[in-house]
């Protein structure tokens, strides 16, 4: 009897449907190699769920969310949704919420820039000969994006703006365990990122990591203060494996990390809650780039974001390590026969469309 894979889909805003439409193909095709099926409750959330229902979270989706084993998310926004209060603007509205509502703790951000894709990074060719694979670790339901007290208001006679950074030891504990376990899985290389020298946060962060690194010997653990990885990320991109970082440094390390790869349309995440029995986690599976409005409808779109995410959802959610693998090494064998997006596209190969990108990996399958 085949596993039955039961998954929320939230295609969302903007390339989100026609990105998602492909991915689907693809994982019904994995499915039928390797034997599963897809149980799939497709539910609209972000600016679709505003203009229909008037809400970017409704309630008909965080139940279908709750009733599954893994979200499959595309994007939300677009700019015919930024009039509105930003408590009620789609990321907002629903992205923060749902991390929040289901405790998604761990954000893991591959960034991969393939040797065959070198040319369509900004970081000279010469830095990265040979590309690179490194993997962020971000802390994603603590900091300043949801400490206490928050507010803006007039305060003697001036407006003023608080955000509180707060962490507990606890939650850096868990993500940072996270971490190690995952560099384990790799070259064996955390590089922590704080900013010890200034913030008190920064002090217990590094305190923290460096006591929870006595249960991974194996693991050659370094610090570097936040603005410092910014400029190494650029310097010596290559020599990182796994980069772990609370939310706020997290957030705009992984977007840099995504941008010297190439391109967001590559690049896959997860959003991780507690581990359940058997390993297994509930998470939040999406890609790293928005909803790309200008492009929307032209089915120029670069599918393989969503395609790794939902290799990733088979991996973390369900366990199904050899399909997420063969889904990887499609990606990996479409690129190598030289077909491209726009977005990655360079002299001698070959363009196509999102529709036809995604019809070859699951041809590669």
């Known amino acids: 009897m085949s596993q039955s894979l039961n998954i929320a889909v939230l ?4 390339i989100g449907p026609e990105v998602m439409a492909v991915s ?9 190699k390797f034997g599963f099926s897809l149980h799939l409750n497709e539910q609209l959330v972000g600016g679709a769920a505003i203009d229909a229902v008037g809400q970017a979270l409704p309630p008909s989706t965080l139940a279908a969310c709750e009733a599954a084993d893994a979200i499959l998310f595309g994007s939300v926004g677009g700019p015919q949704w930024e009039h509105l209060p930003p408590q009620e603007q789609p990321e907002r509205g629903a992205l923060l919420p749902l991390r929040k509502h289901f405790g998604l703790f761990a954000n893991l951000r591959p960034s991969v820039c393939f ?5 369509a ?3 000279k060719n010469e830095l990265i000969p040979h590309g690179f694979d490194v993997l962020c670790v971000r802390e994603l339901t603590g900091g300043l994006y949801f400490g206490q007290p928050k507010f803006r208001r007039e305060i003697d006679g001036e407006m ?11 939650e850096i504990e868990r993500i940072a365990h996270v971490a190690f376990a995952a560099a384990r899985t790799r070259d064996k290389r955390l ?17 923290t990591v460096t006591e929870v690194a006595q249960s991974y010997p194996d693991v050659v653990l370094d610090h570097l203060y936040v603005d410092n990885a910014a400029m190494q990320l650029i310097r010596r991109p290559a020599s990182f494996d796994v980069v772990l970082a609370e939310n706020l440094f997290g957030d705009i390390l992984s977007d840099e990390m995504a941008m010297i790869a190439g391109s967001l349309g590559m690049l896959p995440s997860a959003s991780l809650g507690a581990q359940k029995p058997g390993g297994l986690y509930f998470g939040l599976f999406e890609p790293s780039g928005g909803s790309a409005p200008d492009i929307a409808g032209r089915g120029i779109a670069n599918p393989i974001a969503q395609i790794l995410s939902s290799a990733l959802m088979l991996r973390f959610s369900f366990g199904l390590q050899e ?6 090494e499609a990606v990996k064998a479409t690129i190598a026969q030289g077909l491209r997006t726009g977005d990655i596209w360079s002299e001698g190969t070959q ?3 999102t529709s036809e990108m995604a019809a070859a990996v699951a041809a590669n399958l």
């Open 351 to 353: 363009k196509v469309g």
């Open 121 to 123: 990074s900004p970081v």
């Open 115 to 119: 040797p065959s894709l070198t040319h």
């Open 323 to 328: 399909a997420a693998a063969a889904i990887e």
């Open 160 to 170: 003023t703006a608080v955000d509180t950074m707060i962490y507990k030891k606890s």
């Open 11 to 14: 295609a969302g805003d903007g």
């Open 24 to 32: 689907l193909d693809v994982l019904r095709r994995a499915g039928d």
């Open 191 to 207: 590089t922590s990122i704080d900013k010890a020298n200034v913030l008190e946060n920064g002090l217990l962060w590094r305190a």
